[in-house]
């Protein structure tokens, strides 16, 4: 098992930005295998879909933003008119992105 502490220790202070970036993506990882529920749609190509309150969950937003931040993403799929499907990796991707 990985030793994030001494990760941390160890970082030269040019690269804690670099190990911090890194820690979120597997604290946003560790997140979605947590809350990983069975879907009964089929997987993207090579990943899975999350429904809007585990994106908001990952996000640590609210499931109203999750459905703003949707429209015209290319990670959003709308099967019909109530339902929203979130492609995992292009989701963590565009949210690893943003500022």
């Known amino acids: 098992m990985i030793d994030l502490t001494k990760l941390v220790d160890d ?5 804690l930005a670099e190990v911090a970036a890194a820690l979120e993506r597997a604290r946003v990882k560790l997140a ?4 990983a529920p069975v879907s009964a749609q089929p997987a993207p190509a090579g990943g899975r879909w999350l ?6 969950t990952i996000a640590r937003a609210s499931k109203r933003q999750v459905y703003e931040w949707a429209i015209g993403k290319r ?5 019909s008119r109530r339902k929203l499907l979130i492609d995992e990796a292009g989701f963590l991707a565009w949210l690893s992105s943003r500022p």
């Open 11 to 15: 970082a030269s202070l040019a690269d």
């Open 32 to 35: 979605l295998r947590l809350a």
């Open 51 to 56: 429904t809007p309150e585990e994106a908001a």
């Open 75 to 79: 990670w959003a799929h709308r099967p």
